[in-house]
């Protein structure tokens, strides 16, 4: 696959003209007849250059975590608890509110942790337990105090809908490992709505839809139209599919050379082999208890959680590239009852997330696999509403997201926010940046990792600046 | 480029070069004569960029200024040199040396002494116009005067509103246009959220005071268009590439006549001659009739018109065939579709995750399958989708009749692009620029073959697109499209209340009667109802009924006819150039005009003069004619070279929307320009062309690949063969309606709905048990039916002009697995046994008649019946273990009938139905 060999965005122009790469392109879009291949465009690619991880599980926290709550404290709140935040301090904010309101301290204790000595609050104890593995960056900002247009800048650089989510850029880049699995599968709520932007959040955009995110769970049907959507005796299934299977063997012998139909034969062929290895991978049966509890499956708060990252891990297993879980719903947009509402969905993760991180490590996968756990911004350090029920507001201008193994630099703290964990200050990374280095440590460069569109080489960080931020790298 | 970094950085760093202090005359000019003059010069200014005289140097071209003084990294000349980026590919990079001296010119301050002291740059009245515009003439300005105030031109600043003058010269202290600000009255608090207008910046208002400060000179702003004289952006040189001059018709070449049916024929054949291959044979006529239905229709041909057609021997039995398929107007709901796609009609808006429903753009998609239906001439459907609401005077109620109503409905051409600007967060500038930008990519893609996008941001990088043409062309659509005098696409909850909406409502004088008529009887009864509900005694039941129909009854009054048009409203803002794209940083004054390279260079832009009811600027409607000229460069190779590409699966020109440099060449240039020109001198007639094109003897051939193909012609970009096809998205779910014999066939209107399961599947509903084609299924952007997707129905963003076909395992999946497949497997298997009787021969035949348009084959034959009574013997053996007893013969009944579907679902599986030869 061309587009995987070192070329410059010159040179990608070039080539384009010469008709190479635009043939590169299209047997990405078409299983056609170029060649021997018959892929469906996920065939392992090579990389740009050697890769750290090969595969990424991204824990979407959805709703904006409290950074001076959880990794980044902030003993000025505690001095200046009820003041109005300096406005020095507030120059970035897009919104005059964002500027107003009495700064409230943690009411959570910050404490020191393993070798590193990273600070974690006491709301997130297991976590807490392998901050050696974690990279924590401190200095994260978004563009957008909205959830909606935030979280579009999250997963796709951009913050509307309509370009490909950053799991289908990396599906793109790398291919599958495993033909019968997707190679981006979502683990979505599975009983509550879809999270915020629904659907949108793992879209391909104008990248082939192969490279869509495919929503998995746990139970008869794991992915969609996968069994039968009625009712029919297995022996009966079997003879239908053995009646197409003859049905286009005959019409392919009168047909030679239009290798299109090959590939449609393997694509009957691999349905049944996908349901088959999506059903064993999304079944937990034969964990040990021992992994079942670490987990906290079947502890009421953990349970369901705990579910999905065991499942993460099992895909990755398999060979699929890119995971990606949901938290329930807006859970961490703590507006109110922060002291009640952030806790609650820490208990909800925190267990399950370290056991994955330390799952992943017991199992030599840690160092393949790289973990990305933060949402599309944090909170302000302000308290809003009643200040005995109060929350934090959206806070886009700082904010916390973490990253473990894959090449990421383990038990380091990178960034820094102001004195009162408003904006980030020092060693700021955008989202392109981030977006960025997720790229680089798989890989693949975020200048070469072009799609051509409309007369436009399309990538994940557009011609926005952006900077890989080797200082989190190993 | 590490290399080249590393050496200068060095190079400066030498103690003997930095003790001589480098001038710009000695050192640096000559650099730049000898490298960049070339292009940025006096008489060529790329980039309207000219590095002679210090002036134009200071000023910089159209991304700003060149230099930071002090600092090479935040200068532009050094970036572009440094990176390599300039010279341009084809031109020596400058050497380490060269590059070195720069650095280090700008490091020491820039000096340009020796060639003309620098001057510190004033703030001008061109420099608070955009600033008004931006910030004020939301209420001050076209729509609203609020204070009697507005502030689009000097003099009105002058004179002012009630309070008084905008301004006090010399003392912005006093002036009401800088203490507003500064008070922050203005914009008032309240409609910042809703309007999109924000404050102005600190740095905006400084400049304000400025120049306020130095007098409020006003300054006679002249805008850059086209003029008599040569334009020093677009080289004739430039001029010359193939696709920017007129197509002309040459002889098709002499071939040996046996084997051509059509000039065509003979552009074709003549290439194959050369690499040793013949046309293939032409394919039978069950195949051809199959391939025809297909191409013009979207769906397998009846069996009348195929058996008319196979017993039909005389001469004209063919193009016969092919003029039946036109006039069918299935055709135009095939071919509509082609249109949409390019178009990219949707409805919705997209843009935001609520992506709210468009209402009325149907009205846009019925427009198009009628034009194509009654094959109106290319040029007049592009000149009413650009211009419409300029041909007539639709204001003027009296004289509104059906033509009217059409030529506003086509335009909905241009509103079919995302639009963001109707939803919260509302309405900002950038939003606003993204819907301009999207309108324009479609029409410069889609109709132009031009990759204009590029040029938004900096003259385009390979074709000679100077970003001053992009905002000329931004400059023809101002009249309708003006980011700061927006409209909102429809009604929305917390928009601004005062912005007024882009839906009209035009009606004829007779409608408009019938329609006051039944909103006066509407009124009438709700009325009533508020009468009947205030008197006591009401049962709760009856209350509850009533109020119902008063909210349905209100809803409906609110309801009336509306068109989802654009018009021009004769009041265009003034048009800048946006330096990188960014509308914060306005750079020159630009007027409309046409791309200069597809002109001579010295022809000015001039709009169309109406004399309407209400004023329009006449801009589009001048466009619209120059793009449909007779001898436009692109117009007709465009839309020719879309039609063939349906045809055989790629264009003439491979890359069809883009005939620019990047694109591809044309691999049979002498056919397209045939092509284009035959199209034009024959009344730009779609039709006529389908016809030219399938009966050749290319369109005939068969689809079979030989040895000798793989060999000479692998990838049939010589056309040695007719290309198979995988039916598209539309012609997979339309084709399994129509031979289950569930497709309803009423056309036009509202758009069917949806349903949206809770894990994600999406389906069509039926309207009476039946679904109408996929053409008239709800196209909401994030409720696009799941099968639709699988078969590569893209989302349009903004649009598509290509399909792709692949191969995925998902549609295997859908075929297989979903419900509403099944269920037609089933209505087919009934539709079967009514029409051929019980016997399993007998329905196994009938199925492929009703299905593929022929009888199968003894293997295949044998195969079916295999595998009906395997499912027979299968559900039997089932039916004894459980049901035994129910009566033997409805047992045997239901038996022979789910077999049957389980055959027919195969067959609705089958590589046969969903490739056509």
């Given amino acids: 696959m061309s587009i995987n060999q070192h070329t410059t965005r010159r040179s990608f122009f070039r080539n384009t003209t010469d008709g190479m790469f635009g043939a590169a392109l299209a047997s990405l879009l078409s299983d056609d007849v170029y060649g021997q291949s018959l892929d469906s465009g996920l065939d392992a690619a090579q990389t740009h250059f050697p890769p750290k991880a090969k595969a990424v599980i991204h824990l979407c926290m ?26 020095e301090l507030t120059q970035d904010a897009v919104f005059e509110n964002d500027r107003r309101g009495q700064l409230m301290q943690s009411p959570w204790k910050f404490r020191q942790h393993g070798t590193s000595g990273a600070w974690v609050s006491e709301v997130m104890p297991h976590i807490a337990g392998e901050v050696d593995e974690l990279c924590i960056v401190r200095s994260m900002y978004n563009v957008h105090p909205n959830h ?107 047909r030679p050379g239009q290798q299109v139909l090959d590939a449609r034969l393997s694509n009957y062929e691999m349905a049944a082999k996908m349901q088959l290895e999506a059903t064993q991978a999304l079944s937990t049966a034969d964990e040990t208890e021992a992994t079942q509890k670490m987990y906290g499956i079947g502890n009421k708060p953990t349970n369901e959680f705990g579910q999905r990252c065991l499942l993460a891990r099992r895909l990755i297993e398999r060979g699929v590239r890119f995971v990606q879980l949901f938290s329930r719903g807006q859970a961490w947009d703590n507006h109110s009852n922060i002291r009640t509402s952030l806790k609650s969905i820490c208990d909800i993760t925190d267990q399950p997330v370290a056991a994955l991180v330390k799952d992943l490590r017991d199992r030599g996968l840690l160092d393949s696999t790289l973990v990305v756990w933060g949402g599309e911004f944090g909170r302000l350090p302000m308290s809003q509403g009643d200040h005995k029920k109060a929350g934090r507001d959206h806070g886009p201008y700082g904010f916390t997201s973490w990253m473990a193994g894959g090449g990421s630099k383990a038990g380091s703290v990178y960034g820094n926010t102001d004195e009162i964990g408003y904006a980030s200050v020092e060693n700021r990374v955008s989202i392109q940046d981030w977006h960025a280095t997720i790229l680089h440590l798989l890989g693949l460069h975020h200048e070469e990792l072009v799609f051509n569109r409309n007369g436009l080489g399309e990538r994940l960080t557009h011609q926005l600046e952006t900077r890989v931020v080797h200082d989190i790298i190993a | 480029m590490r290399a080249i970094c590393g050496i200068s950085l060095c190079f400066v760093s030498e103690s003997s070069l930095r003790a001589v202090e480098l001038t710009f005359a000695r050192d640096v000019r000559p650099i730049l004569a000898a490298r960049c003059d070339k292009c940025h010069g006096q008489k060529t200014r790329k980039a309207d960029l000219s590095l002679v005289d210090w002036a134009a140097f200071k000023r910089g071209g159209e991304s700003g200024p060149l230099i930071v003084a002090g600092a090479p990294d935040e200068s532009l000349l050094f970036e572009m040199i440094h990176s390599g980026s300039m010279p341009p590919e084809d031109e020596p990079s400058m050497t380490a040396e060269q590059i070195g001296v720069i650095r280090q010119w700008i490091e020491s301050g820039a000096d340009l002494s020796g060639y003309e002291s620098a001057q510190t740059v004033e703030v001008t009245y061109a420099d608070i116009v955009p600033l008004i515009l931006r910030r004020c003439v939301m209420c001050h300005g076209p729509e609203y005067q609020f204070g009697d105030l507005d502030l689009r031109q000097h003099s009105l600043m002058r004179q002012g509103g009630k309070n008084g003058a905008a301004f006090v010269a010399g003392k912005p202290d006093e002036s009401l246009m800088v203490t507003r600000v500064v ?115 979207g769906l397998p041909p009846s069996e009348t018109l195929l058996i008319e057609f196979t017993e039909d021997h005389t001469a004209d039995a063919w193009p016969r065939l092919l003029d039946r398929l036109l006039e069918s ?45 009654d094959d109106k001439p290319y040029s007049e459907f592009l000149v009413e989708q650009l211009a419409g609401d300029e041909l007539v005077d639709w204001a003027d109620e009296s004289s509104v009749t059906d033509d009217v109503i059409d030529r506003l409905t086509a335009t909905g051409f241009l509103r079919m692009v995302p639009d963001g600007t109707a939803a919260d967060p509302v309405n900002r500038f950038s939003d606003r620029m993204e819907v301009i930008t999207d309108a324009i990519d479609v029409v410069s893609r889609s109709l132009m073959g031009l990759t204009m996008n590029c040029a938004r941001c900096h003259t385009h990088k390979y074709d000679p697109i100077p970003q001053r043409d992009y905002y000329r062309m931004v400059a023809v659509f101002k009249g309708a499209y003006d980011e700061y005098d927006w409209m909102t696409p429809h009604a929305f909850n917390n928009q601004w209340k005062k912005s007024k909406q882009r839906l009209l409502e035009v009606l004829r004088p007779d409608e408009r009667a019938a329609v006051k008529d039944k909103q006066q009887q509407t009124q009438k009864r709700i009325d009533e109802i508020t009468a009947e509900l205030k008197q006591k005694g009401l049962a709760g039941d009856q209350k509850k009924k009533l109020r119902a129909e008063q909210t349905e009854l209100t809803a409906l009054l609110k309801q009336s006819p509306k068109i989802r048009a654009l018009w021009d409203r004769g009041r265009p803002s003034p048009t800048f150039l946006y330096r990188r794209g960014d509308e914060t940083q306005p750079g020159i004054l630009v007027g409309p005009g046409v791309p200069s390279m597809l002109t001579n260079g ?78 034009v001198e024959h009344g730009w007639s779609i039709k006529r ?101 699988a078969f590569d129905l893209p989302q349009m963003t903004p649009n598509c002009t290509e399909r792709t076909a692949s191969t995925v395992v998902t549609q295997s999946l859908h075929l297989l697995n979903n419900r509403m497949v099944f269920d037609l497997a089933q209505a087919f298997a009934t539709r079967v046994q009514s029409e051929a009787g019980d016997d399993e021969t007998g329905q196994v035949t009938r199925a492929f008649e009703i299905a593929l348009n022929r009888r199968p084959s003894d293997e295949e034959r044998e195969a079916s019946l295999y595998a009906i009574r395997s499912i027979e013997q299968e559900l039997s053996a089932d039916g004894a273990d459980e049901s035994k007893s129910e009566s033997e013969s409805a047992a045997g009944d239901d038996t022979n009938i789910s077999a049957l579907a389980g055959f027919c679902h195969g067959l609705l599986n089958s590589a046969s139905l969903l490739y056509v030869d």
């Fill in chain 2, 183 to 297: 008070e922050q009255l203005c914009p008032p608090k309240a409609d910042i959220g809703e309007s999109g207008i924000e404050p102005m910046t600190t740095a905006e208002l400084d400049r304000l005071k400025q120049w306020v400060a130095a007098g409020a000179t006003p300054l006679s702003l002249i805008e850059d268009v086209a003029t008599d004289k040569s334009d020093p952006l677009v080289t004739d040189d430039e001029r010359q590439f193939w696709s920017f001059v007129p197509p002309r018709k040459t002889a098709p070449p002499t071939v040996t006549p046996e084997s051509i049916r059509t000039e065509i024929d003979a552009f074709v054949l003549s290439k194959l001659n050369v690499s040793g291959v013949k046309f293939s044979a032409e394919a039978d006529r069950t195949t051809l009739a199959r391939r025809a239905a297909f191409a013009l229709t």
């Fill in chain 1, 148 to 254: 909606e247009p935030a979280i579009f800048k999250l997963v796709s650089g951009q913050t509307f809908p309509g370009h490909p989510t950053f799991g289908s850029w990396i599906s793109y880049g790398l291919g599958s490992e495993n033909r019968n699995l997707p190679s981006y599968v979502v683990l979505a709520d599975p009983v509550g709505r879809l999270p915020t932007n629904g659907v949108s959040n793992w879209k391909s955009g104008y990248l082939p839809p192969v490279h869509q995110g495919t929503r998995m769970r746990a139970g008869d049907s794991p992915v969609l139209n996968l069994k039968p959507d009625y009712q029919e005796l297995p022996a009966v299934t079997a003879a239908k599919r053995d009646l197409i299977s003859r049905l286009d063997r005959i019409h392919k012998k009168s």
């Fill in chain 2, 602 to 679: 010295r022809t000015p832009f001039q709009p169309v003069v109406l004399k309407h009811s209400t004023p329009k600027t006449g801009r589009r409607l001048a466009f619209a004619r120059w793009l449909t000229k007779d001898d436009h460069p692109l117009t007709a190779r465009v839309i020719v070279n879309r039609i063939w590409q349906q045809h055989f699966g790629r264009g003439l020109v491979e890359s069809s929307d883009n005939f620019g440099k990047l694109g591809t060449p044309p691999s049979h240039p002498e056919l397209l320009d045939w092509l284009a020109v035959d199209f």
């Fill in chain 2, 689 to 789: 062309l389908h016809r030219q094109i399938m009966t050749s003897a290319v369109w005939m051939q068969s689809s079979s690949v030989t040895d000798v193909h793989r060999s000479n012609d692998p990838d049939n970009r010589l056309l040695s063969r007719m290309p198979m096809r995988r039916l598209s998205a539309e012609e997979v779910r339309d084709t399994m309606l129509l031979v289950a014999d569930r497709l309803n066939e009423t056309p036009f209107g509202d758009p069917d709905a949806v349903e949206v399961r809770e894990d994600g599947l999406v389906t069509s509903k039926p309207v009476d048990g039946k679904w109408r084609r996929s053409i008239y299924v709800r196209q909401r952007r994030k409720e696009m039916p799941t099968i639709f997707e």
């Fill in chain 2, 329 to 373: 107007p299935r055709y135009g709901e095939k071919w509509g579709r082609f249109w949409l796609d390019l178009a990219g009609y949707s409805d919705s808006e997209g843009k935001r995750n609520a992506d709210s429903v468009r209402p009325f753009a149907w009205r846009y998609r019925d427009w198009v399958i009628k034009a194509f239906n």
């Fill in chain 1, 62 to 87: 959805q709703g904006g975590p409290s950074q001076v709550d959880l990794f980044d404290p902030k003993p000025a709140l505690k001095k200046y608890d009820g003041g109005e935040p300096p406005r």
